[in-house]
Nanobody, 126 residues
Framework: QVQVGESGGGLVQPGGSLRLSCEVS?????????IGWFRQGPGQEREVVGC????????YYADSAKGRFTIFKDNTKNTVYLQMTSLKDEDTAVYYC??????????????????WGQGTQVTVSS
């Protein structure tokens, strides 16, 4: 039974850092597939943040995340991480991780991800 679940959200000041975790079960992080990170800000549609594919350990990032966010995985802990730095007010959102097997050209597409976590709230505020 495939499950994914996020943790690590909280309140952080602008310019601060936060690391989110996505713990998975029912598969391993060296199988085929990928974990995508998405977020939904207040009054906004959900948007992609980035993705890590397991087989080739490629990472992909939305423009809003490039240079500030890093996605990496620890196979021994069956956990994928989203390390966020230089956080801005506009990063405030519920962050989700999701498991799927998108082709490289489709990593941005929500429909490519089958299993979703419940989300964790990140609030950036002074």
């Amino acid at each position: 039974q495939v499950q994914v679940g996020e943790s690590g959200g909280g309140l952080v000041q602008p310019g601060g850092s936060l690391r989110l975790s996505c713990e998975v079960s029912g598969f391993t992080l060296d199988d085929d597939g990928a974990i995508g990170w998405f977020r939904q800000g207040p009054g906004q549609e959900r948007e992609v943040v980035g993705c890590i594919s397991f087989a080739d350990i490629m990472t992909y990032y939305a423009d809003s995340a490039k240079g500030r966010f890093t996605i990496f995985k620890d196979n021994t802990k069956n956990t994928v991480y989203l390390q966020m730095t230089s956080l801005k007010d506009e990063d405030t959102a519920v962050y989700y991780c999701a498991f799927g097997d998108p082709p490289p050209s489709a990593w941005r597409h929500e429909a490519e991800y089958t299993f979703w976590g419940q989300g964790t709230q990140v609030t950036v505020s002074s």
